[in-house]
């Protein structure tokens, strides 16, 4: 009869074990996979169910899950997180196959991403965000067709300047952050294209001079932060 307890106990203690194993697995495939939801971070942007990836393992099954739920529900708005637990260096939503009519924000943090490329159908997103990756140059930018950005975030990357030509075809920009990154010069007249800029951030990076020509264009600047001093407010201004 102690035997039989023994075994039976045993028995006990594995199925625990085992029932133990599958909670805490299907725990962190929950963490790990994109669940739907229904209230946005910011509560002025229009938008009510969005994909929230959380500490994807990789490409192949993120895209995979990606494609599945925009094609289940109308998304406004897909947010990944890797928290810098996983290197996914090209998010390459042209090879999902997904819908992505209607989204409007596309956020991409702590990948270590150096490449992006945006679906086709992705031509009414206006709130692009690319903070915490491995960018060191914006060359992936002339490649896009979507010129209606209005918010573009790439703090806290490696870029090490900004080009003439980076931003000239985003008409609409209004908040472009650029601080946390390596950034030694701002080519002169960078924003000439940017009426809409409002807001502009290139604190804590290694530039040395802000040279006058870099306002050129900035005509509805408000907020130019470069790090050295508290925010700098501008009235309606046009620097020639």
């Known amino acids: 009869?102690?035997?039989?307890?023994?075994?039976g106990g045993y028995g006990q203690t594995t199925c625990f074990l085992v029932a133990l194993c599958w909670h805490l697995a299907s725990t962190v495939a929950t963490e790990q996979s994109c669940t739907l939801e229904t209230d946005f971070k910011d509560d002025d942007f229009?938008?009510?169910k969005w994909l929230h990836c959380r500490q994807p393992t990789d490409w192949t099954s993120l895209s995979a899950e990606i494609k599945t739920k925009s094609?289940?529900?109308r998304l406004c708005a897909i947010v990944v997180d890797c928290a810098n637990t996983v290197t996914i260096s090209n998010f390459d939503f042209q090879t999902i196959g997904g819908q992505f009519g209607r989204v409007l924000n596309v956020t991409i943090s702590r990948c270590n991403a150096t490449q992006v490329s945006l679906a086709d159908?992705?031509?009414l997103v206006v709130e692009l965000g690319l903070d915490g990756n491995a960018f060191d140059s914006l060359d992936f930018l002339k490649d896009w067709q979507s010129t209606e950005f209005e918010v573009l975030d790439f703090h806290n990357n490696r870029l090490r300047t900004v080009r003439q030509t980076d931003f000239a075809n985003f008409n609409h920009l209004s908040s472009l952050r650029l601080d946390a990154n390596h950034i030694t010069d701002v080519a002169a007249n960078s924003f000439l294209n940017n009426h809409e800029l409002v807001s502009v951030n290139l604190a804590n990076n290694r530039l040395q001079t802000v040279g006058?020509?870099?306002?050129?264009?900035m005509d509805a600047l408000k907020i130019f932060a470069t790090?050295?001093?508290q925010n700098q407010h501008f009235g309606r201004r046009n620097v020639h």
């Open 46 to 48: 229009p938008c009510r």
């Open 227 to 229: 790090g050295w001093e």
């Open 71 to 73: 094609e289940n529900d």
């Open 212 to 217: 006058e020509r870099m306002f050129a264009g």
């Open 1 to 7: 009869m102690a035997a039989t307890n023994r075994r």
């Open 121 to 123: 159908d992705m031509y």
